[in-house]
């Protein structure tokens, strides 16, 4: 079964009603779109069994962060996440900019959202605790739970599906995003949800992370790929004015040329952001063989073994962020012979009770501005 929403009428709140478009039209970027999902996650798939393990994630998955909070006006690169992950713990820490805060809550639940087990469905409860991790701490959020009577929600300016309708329909997305994907195919029915998503607007705030946040969830599930690593920010970042618009004619009117230019449009976005991904995939590997080849020159097996995991998953350290077991002393030498050879550089000196700072410079620059 499936729903969308339409405007009754001029500021009238959306009614919940099934899409006025065939699903298995003949869709002109399901083709290309599908093919260019499938190329990435083989790309994905052949990854070394290291990188699978956190490191393309972790560095993914902080653009991913940077973008979709950008789409909501948050500005924190991924590199600033990294730099307040090196910070967390230590008295800099306290004097961190909120903006990097609120990313950094969305990098913490987007983290979370990724270790539901594949064969577990996505339930309003597991929608509370990553809504929970995401606005922690943020005024008037209400973490955790959908809106209720009074309050309205809003979408694109308009009033969005009635607080009192907000579980009823919610609970048919989730049935719906739980469905086997018919002749349409996931990709289809993947941007049908999350327009549903953010026309039902189920909580106080937070909607346009969280919805962004289920997608790569619902294409793995729905067999598009194997991991929830399609991660499709960037592209809407880029294309966020076409994003929004397009979102606010569905609110608007909700036509079936409405809908048909939404999905065309979400086709494209996967696509452009698959062909994306593959290549910054295959980046990261050229990249890790670089660092790892050089790493194992200037320091040794031993060391190679002992911090690569460590720097390949945050190029940006303290050695009290290492939480290595090994000796200080030892680490301090494998350090002093990576900055030698250029491996790492010392980004900032420690002065006092502030630890000296080092970057791996081949690393970093894979996450470019953002």
């Not at 790309?43 to 490191?55: D, E």
């Not at 469905?179 to 327009?195: K, T």
């Not at 031993?302 to 303290?318: D, E």
Request: charged share 25%; net charge positive; hydrophobic share 45%.
């Amino acid at each position: 079964m499936t729903y969308s929403f339409q405007m009754a009428a001029k500021d009238a709140p959306y009614e919940y009603r099934r899409p006025p478009v065939d699903l298995t039209r003949g869709w002109a970027g399901l083709s290309a779109a599908t093919a260019a999902v499938t190329r990435f996650d083989m790309v994905s798939a052949s990854l070394p069994a290291v990188l699978k393990g956190v490191t393309y994630r972790d560095l993914l998955y902080r653009m991913e962060a940077s973008s979709s909070s950008a789409i909501e006006g948050v500005e924190a690169s991924a590199r600033q996440l990294i730099m307040d992950e090196v910070l967390a713990g230590t008295e800099e820490a306290v004097t961190r900019d909120e903006q990097v805060r609120e990313a950094a809550r969305s990098l913490a639940a987007m983290n979370e959202a990724a270790e539901l087990p594949a064969k577990r469905p996505i339930t309003p409860s597991f929608l509370f605790k990553v809504h929970t991790t995401l606005m922690e701490g943020a005024p008037g959020a209400h973490p955790g739970k959908f809106r209720k009577p009074p309050y309205v929600g809003y979408a694109a300016g308009r009033p969005a599906v009635d607080s009192a309708l907000v579980q009823k329909c919610m609970d048919d997305l989730l049935e719906f995003m739980a469905e086997d994907p018919g002749q349409e195919g996931p990709l289809v029915r993947v941007a049908i949800a999350h327009a549903q998503f953010e026309l039902i607007h189920p909580f106080h705030d937070g909607n346009g992370r969280m919805g962004r946040m289920l997608m790569p969830l619902h294409l793995m599930r729905a067999g598009a790929t194997t991991e929830p690593n399609l991660v499709l920010s960037g592209q809407l970042y880029a294309n966020r004015e076409d994003y929004r618009h397009l979102l606010a004619n569905l609110h608007k009117r909700g036509t079936s040329e409405d809908w048909v230019a939404w999905v065309e449009f979400m086709l494209e976005i996967m696509k452009e952001q698959a062909l994306e991904h593959a290549a910054f995939f295959r980046l990261i590997r050229q990249r890790f063989d670089e660092v790892s080849k050089a790493t194992l020159e200037a320091a040794g097996q031993r060391a190679a073994g002992h911090l690569l995991p460590k720097l390949l998953a945050t190029p940006a350290f303290t050695v009290p962020s290492l939480r290595s077991d090994e000796n200080r002393v030892t680490v301090h030498k494998w350090l002093e012979k990576l900055v030698a050879a250029k491996v790492i550089k010392v980004e900032r000196a420690g002065v006092r009770r502030r630890a000296t700072i080092y970057v791996c410079p081949a690393l970093m620059s894979l996450l470019g501005r953002k």
